[in-house]
Every structure is written in structure tokens, then in C-alpha cells.
């Protein structure tokens, strides 16, 4: 159940795409399609943007978008906004019905 | 509207015990596997545990196994988190959550829990 692994930050300007990186191992994020990412705004409830790997919840602007190749996800987010500016944190389906989160990422929009 | 609503928290001396209360509304309780999922002061979220539906199968993480306990009342709509032997490093905001397929879907604001001597 080791944490899985996120930049402490990234950052961009409006209008630019920054991408998020999290790294598991064959038994999380490259064992399943089970990776969802969810934003975080300062003394908010996590709200998730992408599930199941690259599906976005309605309601989700389609500027956020998902991939995953091997043992490491993404979280990709063009055209920023200033209401982008949040905490990231990825989580992952483990096996066995236990769950991992990633470390967190803070993103500021420049 | 789907609301989670968690109670419970407070001040609690180490090796004490406290149960978290999370109870739900705007939606069918008794078909949605439930989580806790904590967050230290400044830190990140860390996943605690999981029930099914019917409350007949449990998982938890390694660092409260043994001592944390979920449970719920789908009559009542509610989920708990009983916290026994309580330690510094259990000192976080408790936010329970819906799951959807394995994805950990809608939270509630959470409940601050914290834990000192």
C-alpha cells in the first residue's frame, strides 16, 4: 500500500496544457483500469474529474482528459483557467478491495 | 441532490476511542459500496477503508487494521467508522464517499478528528 508517485507541483499560464504524472506498479495503475483523479480546492471536499482510467464525469469540462500507459497515468488539463488551481491527487485500485492515492500535486496557474 | 454528511469528530485523548457517523441522503444507500478516506493537516488523502452493500464484506488499510472498525445501517442510511486505540498520527479530517465500480465517486465534507495527549 505504498503511496503512488506525483510531482509536488506543476505549474502554467492561462490558455497553456499542463500534464500530471503518476507512477504505480503492475499491482495498482498498470493492473488496472480502475485510476481516477480528483481536484481539490483548499478546505473542499475532493471532486473526481476522470475515472476508469479516461472517462470523465458529466458536467466535467472536456479540457480535462486521461490516459495511462504501463505503470504510469496522466492527467492532462489544456486551455487553463484560473479555477484550475487546485491540488491533484490520482488514486488507484490495488486488488484484493483496497484502494492507493497518489501524494498530491499542486497546480498553479501563473 | 446526493448529500453525505459526516459527524463524530472531535478531540480525543491517544489510546482513546471515537465513531465517526456518516449519514446519506438523495440517493438508494443500500445499493452503493461505501469508503473513508482521511487527510492529515497539510497532507494527502489516504484511503482507510471499504464496505459492500450489505455490510458482509470489509477491507481496511494495513495502518488501521485491528483497531478501526466499519460498519453501517442501511435502514438508517448511515455509515460508521469505529476508532479504537486511537494514535497522533490517526489526527486527520474523516471524509466518507460513494463507490462506483471501483471508482470513489462522491464525498462528504468531512469530519475533523484529532487525537493528542
Known amino acids: 500500500q505504498s503511496a503512488l508517485t506525483q510531482p509536488r507541483s506543476v505549474s502554467g499560464s492561462p490558455g497553456q496544457s499542463v500534464t500530471i504524472s503518476c507512477t504505480g506498479t503492475?499491482?495498482?495503475?498498470?493492473?488496472?483500469?480502475?485510476v481516477s483523479w480528483y481536484q481539490q480546492h483548499p478546505g473542499k471536499a475532493p471532486k473526481v474529474m476522470i475515472y476508469?482510467?479516461?472517462k470523465r464525469p458529466s458536467g466535467v469540462p472536456d479540457r480535462f482528459s486521461g490516459s495511462k500507459s504501463g505503470n504510469t497515468a496522466s492527467l492532462t488539463i489544456s486551455g487553463l483557467q484560473a479555477e484550475d488551481e487546485a491540488d491533484y491527487y490520482c488514486?488507484?485500485?490495488?486488488?484484493?478491495?483496497?484502494?492507493?492515492f497518489g501524494g498530491g500535486t499542486k497546480l498553479t496557474v501563473l | 441532490e446526493v448529500q453525505l454528511v459526516e459527524s463524530g469528530g472531535g478531540l480525543v485523548q491517544t489510546g482513546g476511542s471515537l465513531r465517526l457517523s456518516c449519514e446519506a441522503s438523495?440517493?438508494?444507500?443500500?445499493?452503493?459500496?461505501m469508503h473513508w478516506v482521511r487527510q492529515a493537516p497539510g497532507k494527502g488523502l489516504v484511503w482507510v477503508s471499504r464496505?459492500?452493500?450489505?455490510?458482509?464484506?470489509?477491507s481496511y488499510a494495513d495502518s488501521v487494521k485491528g483497531r478501526f472498525t466499519i460498519s453501517r445501517d442501511n435502514a438508517k442510511n448511515t455509515l460508521y467508522l469505529q476508532m479504537n486505540s486511537l494514535r497522533a498520527e490517526d489526527t486527520a479530517v474523516y471524509f466518507c464517499?460513494?463507490?462506483?465500480?471501483?471508482?470513489?465517486?462522491?464525498w462528504g465534507q468531512g469530519t475533523l478528528v484529532t487525537v493528542s495527549s
Open positions: 476508469d482510467v479516461i
Open positions: 488514486c488507484s485500485y490495488e486488488g484484493s478491495y483496497t484502494w492507493v
Open positions: 464517499a460513494t463507490d462506483s465500480k471501483y471508482t470513489i465517486l462522491l
Open positions: 438523495g440517493l438508494t444507500f443500500r445499493d452503493y459500496w
Open positions: 464496505i459492500n452493500s450489505d455490510g458482509s464484506s470489509t
Open positions: 503492475t499491482s495498482d495503475v498498470g493492473g488496472y483500469n480502475y
